[in-house]
Nanobody
Framework: QVEPVESGGGLVQRGGSLRLSCAAS????????MGWYRQAPGKQRELVARITRGGSTNYAGSAKGRFTISRDNAKKTVYLQMNSLNPEDTAVYYCNADLGNGDYWGQGTQVTVSS
């Protein structure tokens, strides 16, 4: 299996935290970048956070200051720590592994934030 596998979603109250994990089947340093995207009902999929092979990160404006993307190369895993969650963060969160000339998507993990 080449596609990454997400885990860690769930139901959380406003102000709560979750940590999502994205496990790859091969070295994540093989990929140009890995990122987290989300798609809420009726909306387009959007970038949440991304980390490049070199370690550079970028975040959506809505994620800055609340979410942190990180990685563990030995575990071939990328994480998304999400704090101060609010109902607007409710979405399916997808992991993306970008080779530069193609990419792989995971199946997604549901995050629901109740008010």
């Amino acid at each position: 299996q080449v596609e990454p596998v997400e885990s860690g979603g769930g139901l959380v109250q406003r102000g709560g935290s979750l940590r999502l994990s994205c496990a790859a089947s091969e070295s994540i340093l093989k990929f140009y970048a890995m990122g987290w995207y989300r798609q809420a009902p009726g909306k387009q999929r959007e970038l949440v956070a991304r980390i490049t092979r070199g370690g550079s990160t970028n975040y959506a404006g809505s994620a800055k200051g609340r979410f942190t993307i990180s990685r563990d190369n030995a575990k071939k895993t990328v994480y998304l720590q999400m704090n101060s969650l609010n109902p607007e963060d409710t979405a399916v969160y997808y992991c993306n592994a970008d080779l530069g000339n193609g990419d792989y998507w995971g199946q997604g993990t549901q995050v629901t934030v109740s008010s």
